[in-house]
Structures are given as structure tokens and as C-alpha cells.
């Protein structure tokens, strides 16, 4: 997880009670409350293929 949150390639949108970290090398997908910092899920980012 720290890879994740410290990399340069990381995104962060902040939206409704959430805070959601997007990091594309790694494919993943966190989502953090932004109440408590706490870690909700951790999903892998879907690729939409051609």
C-alpha cells in the first residue's frame, strides 16, 4: 500500500465521504474515509479493452 500512496503516477479524487487513490502501474483502486483515514476496500482498476 505505501508503493501506492507514494508513487508519482498515483491520482487522488476526492468525492462524497471518500477519498479514492488510483495508481495505474499498479492497478489498483484504494478507497479511504475521509473522516478517519481509514482504508475501506482496495479493488483492481477494471481496463476497458478495445
Not at 16 to 44: A, Q, S, W
Request: hydrophobic content about 30%; glycine content about 4%.
Amino acid at each position: 500500500m505505501t508503493r501506492v500512496l507514494n508513487s508519482e503516477y498515483a491520482s487522488i479524487i476526492s468525492r462524497g465521504k471518500n477519498y479514492y487513490i488510483e495508481e495505474r502501474t499498479e492497478g489498483v483502486i484504494l478507497t479511504i474515509n475521509k473522516n478517519n483515514y481509514r482504508l475501506i476496500t482496495i479493488n483492481k482498476s477494471q481496463e476497458v479493452s478495445k
